[in-house]
């Protein structure tokens, strides 16, 4: 059927109308007889005239000049249609879309999206009733909009923190303060695929500009919101603490650091690396000499000497190439505390460094006595292929003159043999395992310590944990169990 005889015959019209001419989709748009589309009219003809030409429906402009879509414009053109069509038809369509959210099914669309994104396990659970949508629509082919968020976020740009508001464009943080609650910015995790405002910026300007033959922007260029702030993190000096300014970049979910002691001065080296640990192990051993006296069978004991060893195995992964250098530093310095120090007379001596896997071990000294770093096959290499050697000057030129050829993932194993700065025994008060706690923890041993098992509060003097051991008495009655239970 031809679309003059659809148009002129309205029971032929069955794509999405009402009524038992319905299409079998069903889709229950109102009949152009009846108002409709529901989007608005986009295209009319003069149905009594064969010859009549379509008339396309716009927002404004001048006929003739593309802007009503009419003859002059020009659909071969660097934007189809023209620049000044293609931004009119963005406007016909945000008003068209416009109008859909405003009719009663547009009104049901809208509630149904934001019951949907509150239910997002991404931190942006905010559906701004279709703003985000139009914004969309309106930079069709220039700009993709997030859908999440209080106000649209284009190319990059945080339209909240441009207007200073603390929270920026996501104010659906439950603590309404800006990141805080985003693991990437919180421990610095880095997004490669984010945009941020540097590359939305320069990707747009280059998508506008009909001479640039370049659309992208060189992978060599640094793109600071990409990067992981641990893994970029060099080696570093410390005296007692880590400094704030420092303290931001090293963060992660599970603290992962080896101190190394410098042996004539007072600052220590630190390594930080991302915790992507794969195991750990800590055993304990106990041997003992045995005496057999006679006219008895079995043997007796006393204590020989205790040991403990610590097993670590972890992997390091560059997701940015500006990674590589500094992972690969702290690598090799890792693996340099396998070979022997020596003083400035040439005497050899052991290095020593303490230990940190969260509260576990926490700055436990020891010694390194072996690091094994293994590659796998389905780890890719970076190649430096855009690197070359300048034949006048003898100088590396290229987009990769700085980067080498080495994986961008290995595996590393770590045996550390613990040196303890407290004297080993089977005291309650022991801190093998990290409960100790430190300056930002609490001490997990004194909590057994704080009663005693008739329900009495111990008189524990502050610091005197000697004392407090030689108070506690084990259970003597169910009913002073469940009190001392109570209590916690």
Same mark, same amino acid.
């Given at each position: ?348 001596? $052991? ?119 030689? $108070?506690?008495?084990?259970? $003597? ?12």
């Amino acid at each position: 059927m031809g679309l003059l005889d659809l148009l002129k015959d309205p029971s032929a019209y069955r794509v999405g109308t009402i009524g038992q001419n319905a299409a079998s989709k069903g889709i229950k748009f109102l009949h152009r007889d009846e108002g409709g589309p529901l989007l608005g009219e986009r295209v009319t003809w003069n149905i009594t005239d064969e010859n009549a030409e379509p008339t396309f429906s716009g927002i404004g402009g001048i006929p003739g000049t593309g802007i009503d879509h009419g003859k002059g414009s020009s659909i071969d053109a660097f934007i189809r249609g023209g620049a000044a069509t293609a931004l009119n038809r963005r406007l016909i369509d945000t008003d068209r879309i416009g109008k859909f959210l405003l009719s009663p099914q547009g009104i049901q669309f809208l509630a149904t999206q934001a019951t949907l994104q509150l239910q997002n396990p991404r931190p942006q659970k905010i559906y701004n009733l279709g703003v985000n949508t139009l914004a969309s629509v309106a930079a069709a082919g220039v700009s993709n909009v997030r859908r999440g968020g209080l106000l649209p976020e284009v190319g990059g740009f945080d339209i909240g923190s441009i207007l200073g508001l603390e929270a920026g464009t996501y104010l659906s943080e439950p603590d309404f303060k800006k990141g805080i609650l985003h693991r990437e910015k919180n421990y610095g995790l880095g997004d490669p695929g984010a945009p941020s405002s540097q590359k939305g910026l320069k990707a747009l300007i280059s998508s506008l500009n009909p001479i640039n033959k370049n659309k992208g922007l060189a992978y060599n260029v640094t793109i600071g919101g990409s990067i992981d702030k641990v893994n970029y993190l060099p080696i570093f000096q410390k005296r007692n603490d880590i400094p704030d300014f420092l303290e931001s970049y090293a963060k992660d979910f599970v603290p992962f650091r080896f101190e190394v002691i410098n042996h004539d001065e007072g600052n220590n080296n630190l390594i930080v690396f991302r915790a992507f640990l794969e195991s750990i192990s800590d055993d304990y051993s106990a041997t003992h000499n045995t005496f057999k006296y006679n006219g008895r069978g079995e043997e007796f004991y006393t204590y020989n000497k205790f040991n403990r060893k610590i097993q670590v195995s972890f992997k390091v992964a560059a997701q940015t190439r500006w990674e590589m250098q500094p992972i690969y530093q702290k690598l090799n310095y890792l693996v340099a505390q396998t070979a022997p120090n020596y003083s400035s007379t040439g005497r050899i001596r $052991t290095p020593y460094c303490k230990l940190t896997v969260g509260n576990w071990f926490n700055r436990i000294p020891g010694v390194i006595t072996q690091v094994g770093l293994q590659w796998q096959k389905d780890y890719p290499w970076e190649i430096a292929l855009d690197r070359k050697v300048n034949q006048t000057s003898g100088e590396l030129e290229g987009k990769d003159k700085d980067m080498l050829i080495l994986p961008h993932v290995l595996d590393v194993s770590l045996s550390f043999q613990p040196i303890h700065k407290f004297t080993p025994s089977n005291d309650i008060m022991s801190p093998f395992i990290g409960i100790d706690g430190d300056d930002n923890s609490v001490d997990w041993r004194e909590d057994s310590l704080k009663y005693d098992f008739t329900g009495n509060p111990l008189d524990q003097i502050e610091g005197d944990t000697e004392a407090a051991v030689t $108070t506690y008495t084990p259970p $003597t009655t169910e009913d002073a169990y469940s009190e001392y239970m109570d209590n916690q």
